[in-house]
């Protein structure tokens, strides 16, 4: 399966709005645009759709780490959330540390220019 072939299978990812910009060798990079439907009662970006973006960044980073033929499921992770986004879009970068043959640890940055938003990390399960 090819990336695009993944990336368009995801309803999920397409509804939230989400690009991939780079995925390659346990690397993510996508970018998620701030809408009125991702706000939250403050009119900030929703926390769940800032996850929602970690937990898919990490996902795609798995699948080019071992291949997007073979699946990888979320088994935990944790996110610090460090500034409320209230306008623009934000970049999420996730890298692969540990890709074992039952687990991988990843770890992921969210950008909005020069500013952390958000840091996370995850272990994935390989399935």
Known sequence: MSLDAAFAASAYSRHLGIEPLHIENGEARVRLALTDELRNRHQKLHGGALFSLVDIAMGLACSSSHGFDN?????????????????????????????????????????????????????????
């Open 71 to 127: 699946q990888s499921v979320t088994i935990e992770c944790k996110i610090n959330y460090i500034r409320a986004v209230a306008e623009g879009e934000v970049i999420c970068t996730a890298k692969v540390l540990h890709a074992g043959r039952r687990t991988l640890v990843v770890e992921a940055d969210v950008m909005q220019g020069e500013n952390l938003v958000a840091k996370a990390q995850g272990t994935f399960a390989c399935v």
